[in-house]
């Protein structure tokens, strides 16, 4: 944003006399004439200089509202786009063209739904678009409403021509079973603390590298870095999409030996498994030492 010239003007007089005190030179403003020759000159350099400041102010304002109407150039755009989506229950939000450009007619931050957003390109006119909301601290899906708005949301204000399918699915689930070998000193907490460890990193996980890979060594790192923790045997682990059963899973680890080095969720995000006998309570070996 552009200066005054008065502001310009201050920040010029302040640095003269700043520099001159730094050779020894001492120069009181405060003693100037309104015709004193250095201070006419300093403000008009200040009124140069606001002015410019102003001409960028009105050139950036060209340039975003060029950007705000620029067909979809990246996924980063897409992505951003999404992000941007409002939804209210009870105030339907609609896109409209103004000046040109696809938005609502209101802004309303608080409306913004969309916390994780992914854009893969499967086909030259197909684009796959996961997202997800944050609920109590937690990524979760969509539902049916929003989802559906935010169907919507994309097709109107993204490229034409191109099928735009915006996804939203319960979290993918992860069987992790393990030999722990701890620290007896621990055992008071290592069961509860390792189930935490493992539960907040797949969120982390989910968080920062929204529809990424799970991998095994950085698992067996992060168990292995938990106080009290000696080492860590993974003997079984395999992932599922939601939807499917438990035993359609995609194995990981089979008998302590690597099948798939990394896996990626297909909802773009992963919890621990919640089957009945098949939980981190259920499938975590504790061994004290």
Same mark, same amino acid.
């Given at each position: 944003?552009?200066?005054?010239?008065?502001?310009?003007?201050?920040?010029?007089?302040?640095?003269?006399?700043?520099?001159?005190?730094?050779?020894?030179?001492?120069?009181?403003?405060?003693?100037?004439?309104?015709?004193?020759?250095?201070?006419?000159?300093?403000?008009?350099?200040?009124?140069?200089?606001?002015?410019?400041?102003?001409?960028?102010?009105?050139?950036?304002?060209?340039?975003?509202?060029? @950007?705000?109407?620029?067909?979809?150039?990246?996924?980063?755009?897409?992505?951003?786009?999404? !992000? &941007?989506? +409002? #939804? /209210?229950? $009870?105030?339907?939000?609609?896109?409209?063209?103004?000046?040109?450009?696809?938005?609502?007619?209101?802004?309303?931050?608080?409306?913004r739904i969309?916390?994780?957003?992914?854009?893969?390109?499967?086909?030259?006119?197909?684009?796959?678009?996961?997202?997800?909301?944050?609920?109590?601290?937690?990524?979760?899906?969509?539902?049916?409403?929003?989802?559906?708005?935010?169907?919507?949301?994309?097709?109107?204000?993204?490229?034409?021509?191109?099928?735009?399918? @915006?996804?939203?699915?319960?979290?993918?689930?992860?069987?992790?079973?393990?030999?722990?070998? !701890? &620290?007896? +000193? #621990? /055992?008071? $907490?290592?069961?509860?603390?390792?189930?935490?460890?493992?539960?907040?990193?797949?969120?982390?996980?989910?968080?920062?590298?929204?529809?990424?890979?799970?991998?095994?060594?950085?698992?067996?790192?992060?168990?292995?870095?938990?106080?009290?923790?000696?080492?860590?045997?993974?003997?079984?682990?395999?992932?599922?999409?939601?939807?499917?059963?438990?035993?359609?899973?995609?194995?990981?680890?089979?008998?302590?030996?690597?099948?798939?080095?990394?896996?990626?969720?297909?909802?773009?995000?992963i919890i621990p498994?919640?089957?009945?006998?098949?939980?981190?309570?259920?499938?975590?070996?504790?061994?004290?030492?």
């Amino acid at each position: 944003m552009a200066r005054s010239v008065d502001e310009i003007n201050n920040y010029m007089v302040n640095a003269l006399v700043t520099n001159f005190a730094s050779i020894g030179i001492t120069i009181d403003p405060t003693l100037w004439s309104k015709r004193n020759m250095l201070r006419m000159f300093i403000y008009c350099i200040a009124i140069g200089q606001a002015l410019l400041e102003q001409l960028m102010d009105v050139f950036m304002a060209a340039v975003e509202s060029q @950007v705000a109407i620029a067909a979809a150039a990246s996924a980063l755009w897409i992505q951003s786009k999404m !992000f &941007q989506f +409002q #939804y /209210s229950g $009870t105030n339907p939000q609609f896109v409209s063209l103004i000046n040109d450009a696809p938005q609502y007619s209101v802004i309303d931050p608080t409306l913004r739904i969309i916390t994780a957003c992914s854009v893969t390109s499967t086909a030259s006119s197909d684009v796959t678009v996961k997202v997800a909301k944050t609920v109590n601290g937690i990524l979760t899906a969509l539902a049916p409403l929003e989802l559906s708005a935010a169907q919507g949301y994309a097709t109107t204000i993204f490229t034409a021509g191109i099928e735009y399918d @915006v996804q939203s699915n319960n979290p993918d689930q992860i069987y992790i079973q393990a030999d722990l070998y !701890f &620290q007896g +000193q #621990y /055992s008071a $907490t290592i069961q509860a603390t390792t189930i935490a460890a493992i539960t907040n990193w797949l969120q982390q996980q989910s968080v920062t590298n929204f529809d990424g890979k799970t991998k095994m060594s950085a698992l067996e790192d992060l168990i292995s870095s938990i106080p009290g923790m000696n080492d860590v045997v993974l003997k079984n682990v395999q992932a599922r999409k939601d939807a499917d059963l438990f035993t359609a899973g995609i194995i990981l680890i089979s008998n302590e030996q690597v099948v798939l080095r990394q896996y990626i969720s297909d909802a773009g995000y992963i919890i621990p498994e919640t089957t009945v006998g098949k939980t981190l309570i259920d499938s975590l070996n504790f061994i004290s030492e």
